[in-house]
């Protein structure tokens, strides 16, 4: 099948390197405490790197940001802080995180976190530190749900194929095989035939040779 792995190119690594990222943020987590996330919540004014971590997780959680006036222009924009703090009270945050369903994220939620989250140089889990170091566990979650939601969607499509492509080449070599036994009957009883016609000529040969 070295010619069908040619044909639909599946490293064994393609979905491989996106465990140990999962392992990584499941591992950052399992660091933070309720009291981690107490102090997140508690923030009246928090620090960019936090509301900018808390705006992703509430995206990949589905929750919506409220409507409020921008004081410096008077209008309406969109903010997740309060949607944030709500979700940070809920006791089972951490867990449902740890129990997110990866493998069916919303096209829509996984778009958004990749043009605007990841392309940024301050979503980066060195530089969220900084601020906090449970956002710090929250950045790397994310950046991990992304990252094994690209693979695993370039991974399906290549594992599909590579079945489809095994199965018609198991198809065709059986079609071969029995063509080339087909063929070797044929070959067989050409052979057979050949046999005895040398062995009748031969046999025709003795007695012209015994009356010389």
């Given at each position: 099948?070295?010619?069908?792995?040619?044909?639909?190119?599946?490293?064994?690594?393609?979905?491989?390197?996106?465990?140990?990222?999962?392992?990584?943020?499941?591992?950052?987590?399992?660091?933070?405490?309720?009291?981690?996330?107490?102090?997140?919540?508690?923030?009246?004014s928090p620090p960019p790197g936090v509301r900018l971590v808390m705006e992703a997780v509430c995206i990949l959680k589905g929750?919506?940001?409220?409507?409020?006036?921008?004081?410096?222009?008077?209008?309406?924009?969109?903010?997740?802080?309060?949607?944030?703090?709500?979700?940070?009270?809920?006791?089972?945050?951490?867990?449902?995180?740890?129990?997110?369903?990866?493998?069916?994220?919303?096209?829509?939620?996984?778009?958004?976190?990749r043009a605007t989250y990841i392309p940024n140089p301050e979503f980066v889990p060195e530089k969220i530190r900084q601020a906090?170091?449970?956002?710090?566990?929250?950045?790397?979650?994310?950046?991990?749900?992304?990252?094994?939601?690209?693979?695993?969607?370039?991974?399906?499509?290549?594992?599909?194929?590579?079945?489809?492509?095994?199965?018609?080449?198991?198809?065709?070599?059986?079609?071969?095989?029995?063509?080339?036994?087909?063929?070797?009957?044929?070959?067989?009883?050409?052979?057979?035939?050949?046999?005895?016609?040398?062995?009748?000529?031969?046999?025709?040969?003795?007695?012209?040779?015994?009356?010389?």
């Amino acid at each position: 099948s070295s010619g069908i792995n040619a044909e639909w190119p599946l490293r064994p690594g393609d979905l491989a390197e996106a465990i140990p990222i999962l392992e990584q943020a499941l591992a950052a987590l399992n660091t933070l405490t309720p009291s981690d996330v107490t102090i997140v919540k508690s923030m009246k004014s928090p620090p960019p790197g936090v509301r900018l971590v808390m705006e992703a997780v509430c995206i990949l959680k589905g929750i919506k940001p409220d409507r409020v006036n921008d004081p410096a222009t008077g209008k309406k924009v969109e903010d997740f802080w309060k949607p944030s703090q709500k979700l940070l009270g809920d006791m089972k945050f951490l867990q449902s995180l740890k129990d997110y369903d990866k493998d069916n994220v919303p096209v829509a939620f996984v778009k958004k976190i990749r043009a605007t989250y990841i392309p940024n140089p301050e979503f980066v889990p060195e530089k969220i530190r900084q601020a906090s170091n449970a956002a710090e566990g929250l950045c790397k979650w994310v950046r991990a749900i992304e990252a094994y939601d690209r693979v695993a969607k370039v991974v399906a499509p290549k594992k599909a194929a590579l079945a489809i492509a095994e199965s018609k080449f198991a198809e065709a070599q059986k079609s071969l095989n029995a063509k080339r036994a087909m063929l070797k009957e044929v070959q067989d009883k050409l052979q057979s035939l050949r046999d005895k016609f040398e062995e009748n000529t031969k046999k025709k040969k003795v007695p012209t040779a015994t009356l010389r």
